[in-house]
């Protein structure tokens, strides 16, 4: 089984920075992709941001030039460093692994969730 535990919520000013980490409990190796997702109140989740084997990331529009995805496999852990937030990034932020085999039956793991709050 994989664990991933996330780390970094916060209530947040307009303008301030956040960083989300995601640790897994295993070493990410045969990792296909990870990826943030959030999810805000009444709407679906969606993916925000995606980091590839090879180190390729993607955005979505909403976000793109105010967060960056990384990794660090040292650590077995990704971050999603939120920059120039704005209230409608508040949203639950998941963090997904998606492996290239399968891990305990499974080829996919969630994290808890994490809470993001950007007010005034």
């Known amino acids: 089984q994989v664990q991933l535990v996330e780390s970094g919520e916060g209530l947040v000013q307009p303008g301030g920075s956040l960083r989300l980490s995601c640790a897994a409990s295993?070493?990410?190796?045969?990792?296909?992709?990870m990826l943030w997702y959030r999810q805000a109140p009444g709407k679906e989740r969606i993916v925000v941001a995606v980091?590839?084997?090879?180190?390729?990331?993607n955005y979505a529009d909403s976000i793109k030039g105010r967060f960056t995805i990384s990794r660090n496999d040292a650590k077995n852990t990704v971050y999603l460093q939120m920059n120039s937030l704005k209230p409608g990034d508040t949203a639950v932020y998941y963090c997904?692994?998606?492996?290239?085999?399968?891990?305990?039956?499974?080829?996919?793991?969630w994290g808890q969730g994490t809470q993001v709050t950007v007010s005034s």
């Open positions: 997904n692994v998606q492996f290239t085999i399968l891990i305990a039956g499974k080829y996919e793991y």
């Open positions: 980091i590839t084997s090879d180190d390729s990331t």
């Open positions: 295993v070493r990410i190796i045969s990792i296909a992709a």
